[in-house]
């Protein structure tokens, strides 16, 4: 199934991108989507609600640049609450490292810190909870992340950058 996107990468569905997701039994999706605005959806609309089902949302581009949508969306995690509040410095600094990876792990911490990155730690350990709780597996570690080792103690990856001597710094670029 091909979906556009506008330029914020919001998916917009058209007509056929609907009837996929209806014959391929993803009605139950349908509900969360934003249409086109050229697709009629006022017929399927009046159908769901004769089923007493949600209709379908009509696509309104936003018209904010990309910078201001992304500011947006890193201040709107879905994660649950107690994640939105952990402090980052005692959830790192509770763990049982030595004094070299305390430091390592704090002086990455200060750099997430000052790219104002801590909600992103925080759903990163929103997810990897989320994934264990409910038997998701997923990769040893890919690409520029390897080198986070804050990253790696959270668990998002499994290679240990101290190890191998990896910089941090390669991945906050």
């Not at 018209?63 to 949508?69: A, C, E, R």
């Not at 002086?107 to 264990?132: H, K, Q, S, T």
Request: net charge negative.
């Amino acid at each position: 199934m091909i979906i556009k996107t506008d330029s914020n990468g919001i998916p917009r569905f058209t007509k056929q991108n609907l009837l996929d997701m209806i014959y391929s039994g993803n009605i139950d999706k349908c509900h969360v989507v934003l249409c086109d605005p050229d697709d009629d959806i006022t017929q399927f609309n009046q159908e769901m609600e004769k089923q007493g089902m949600a209709g379908l949302h009509m696509y309104i581009p936003l018209d904010v640049d990309q910078k201001t949508f992304d500011n947006v969306c890193q201040n709107e995690w879905f994660m649950p609450e107690k994640y939105k509040n952990i402090s980052l410095l005692a959830y790192f600094g509770n763990m049982d490292l030595s004094k070299e990876q305390k430091d390592r792990a704090f002086e990455e911490l200060g750099a997430y810190r000052d790219r104002n990155m801590w909600d992103l730690l925080r759903f990163m350990i929103y997810l990897v909870d989320y994934m264990r709780e409910n038997g998701i597996v997923w990769g040893v570690g890919r690409g520029s992340s390897v080198s986070s080792y804050l990253l790696y103690l959270i668990g998002v990856h499994k290679i240990d950058s101290m190890k191998y001597g990896l910089d941090w710094r390669e991945f906050l670029r």
